[in-house]
């Protein structure tokens, strides 16, 4: 049945920061696996670093293909609450629960451990899965003005971002006092802390926040029409590639951060206030992407900032280990260059949202954003493998003194690999078709199409 939307733009700060809290819960388990899973599974959990590239790999690519899978259910979702909403709320509790369990160590045999760590590790991303999808599709129906839909972007990130800076500035130092030597233990109460923390405010982002933004057609299309849709979008296949690149730069670098401090700088003491600058750096960046957006426009200004990430990263190759300031100061002009760019992301994929729908009448918010976070995880999958087995191959072995190999290959994980991606990034970037002035046409025409003005056809 044919629906109108509420035409009500702006978005009040307090739903805003509300929907914030919500990649607030996510990111205190998102960063942990990205920056501490790693090396929690090589040095802690006892397994190797090639198996752990290889678990990454695999759970990684059949995590995307759930996304996809998840991103159709959620936009076939009907409830008195939305199509989106209810998802943050039904997944709390599971998020919370899986995310215990993975980073719990049993006393079993190698082949037994990992096979927990595949079930454990696989369970966590199916129902951060469930939830991050239809969190993220929110995005695109709390409001239908892009300019409105980038602020709210940049709450949101500033927001994981402090997720991000309480489990990455603390997190060591909580497992040292929960495990009082013993990491194992350290591990599962900090991991326990913080998952009891995520699901309070889950509940907060589902109180907080409405859906706004209803197609004005009928929406009996299939789930092949959708797919077609999804195919035909070019503005969409351009974001998948721009996904896949992002999160391979970033996952790259936060992924040997730990490896780094403890062979290569030999001072774990300063990877948290390391950690701390850097992730309020990418707070800052992500705060001036109205700004920039205003001044720029969304695919010149993550242009920019990803050409300064690309020289400050591939510098920071050539620091030696008494180069501590030289090191702190690169990575934070990297985290601010990179603080808009995954701001941006999100809010150019709630705009491919609308430019599916101005171009089929047919609006499928939860499988744009879901193929979407799919490049994502698949980014995420290939850095960690690419992490997993370059460790191996340059002769990684876990807490014993590195040889110079290993220690090189180090290091080029946390700068020139990460500069090579994001300058693919940007070549990539420069394709991207919408502009602004595109967008406020198709804006000006979904918004007559809802109010009835003019008919349902493309």
């Known amino acids: ?29 998102w960063r942990t696996m990205m920056v501490f899973l790693p090396i929690f599974y090589t040095d802690v959990f006892g397994l190797s670093a090639a198996a752990v590239g290889t678990l990454l790999l695999v759970c990684r690519y059949w995590d995307g293909i759930t996304d996809y899978i998840m991103g159709l259910i959620a936009d076939r979702t009907r409830t008195r609450w939305g199509r989106f ?16 369990l993975t980073f719990t160590t049993p006393d079993l045999d190698y082949s037994s451990k990992l096979i927990y760590a595949y079930a454990t590790y696989s369970g966590l991303i199916l129902v951060y ?31 994981a971002f402090l997720g991000g800076l309480i489990t990455q500035g603390f997190n ?17 109460l900090t991991m326990t802390l913080f998952a009891a923390l995520s699901v309070v405010l889950f509940v907060i982002t589902f109180l907080t926040t409405r ?11 299939s789930i092949l029409e959708d797919s077609k849709d999804l195919i035909r979008n070019r503005p969409w296949l351009m974001l998948f590639g721009i996904g896949i690149l992002w999160v391979t730069f970033t996952t790259l670098k936060q992924g040997v951060t730990l490896f780094y401090f403890k062979y290569f700088l030999n001072d774990m003491s300063l990877a948290p206030p390391f950690m701390i600058l850097g992730l309020l750096a990418a707070m800052a960046g992500a705060a001036l992407t109205r700004p920039l957006t205003d001044r720029f426009g ?5 242009i920019y900032c990803l050409a300064v990430a690309v020289v400050s990263s591939a510098l920071l190759f050539l620091a030696r280990p008494t180069d501590v300031a030289i090191i702190f100061a690169l990575s934070t002009i990297t985290e601010l260059a990179t603080g808009p760019v995954i701001t941006l992301f999100f809010a150019m994929l709630a705009d491919a949202a609308d430019y599916s729908e101005w171009k089929t009448s047919r609006r499928a918010t939860g499988l744009v954003f879901s193929a979407g976070t799919l490049s994502m995880k698949f980014g995420t999958g290939v850095a960690g493998a690419l992490t997993g087995w370059l460790l191996m191959l340059f002769g990684y072995t876990a807490n014993v003194a590195q040889t110079a190999q290993a220690l090189f290959g180090i290091r080029l994980l946390i700068s020139v690999f990460p500069a090579v991606a994001a ?26 199409r809802r109010r009835g003005i003019v008919g349902a056809g493309a």
């Not at 939830?131 to 599709?137: G, K, T, V």
């Not at 060591?172 to 599962?188: M, P, W």
């Open 211 to 221: 859906e706004r933004v209803q197609p004005a057609v009928s929406e009996n299309s």
């Open 298 to 302: 969304k695919k010149s200004a993550m």
């Open 1 to 29: 049945m044919s629906t109108q939307v509420a035409q009500t733009q702006k978005i009040s700060v307090t739903e805003k920061i509300g929907y914030g809290l919500g990649d607030t819960a996510a990111n205190l388990v």
């Open 129 to 159: 899965t469930a939830n991050n999808i239809p969190y993220s599709a929110l995005t695109g129906v709390i409001s239908a003005d892009p300019a409105e839909r980038t602020s709210l972007s940049s709450y949101r990130f500033i927001f």
């Open 423 to 448: 300058l693919l990034l940007i070549i990539v970037v420069r394709f991207y078709p919408l502009d602004e002035a595109h967008l406020r046409e198709i804006e000006q025409d979904l918004a007559e």
């Open 172 to 188: 060591i130092y909580l497992v040292a006092f929960f495990g009082g030597g013993n990491d194992i233990k350290g591990y599962r």
């Open 85 to 100: 909403r209810p998802w943050v709320l039904w997944t709390a509790l599971p998020f919370g629960v899986m995310t215990v």
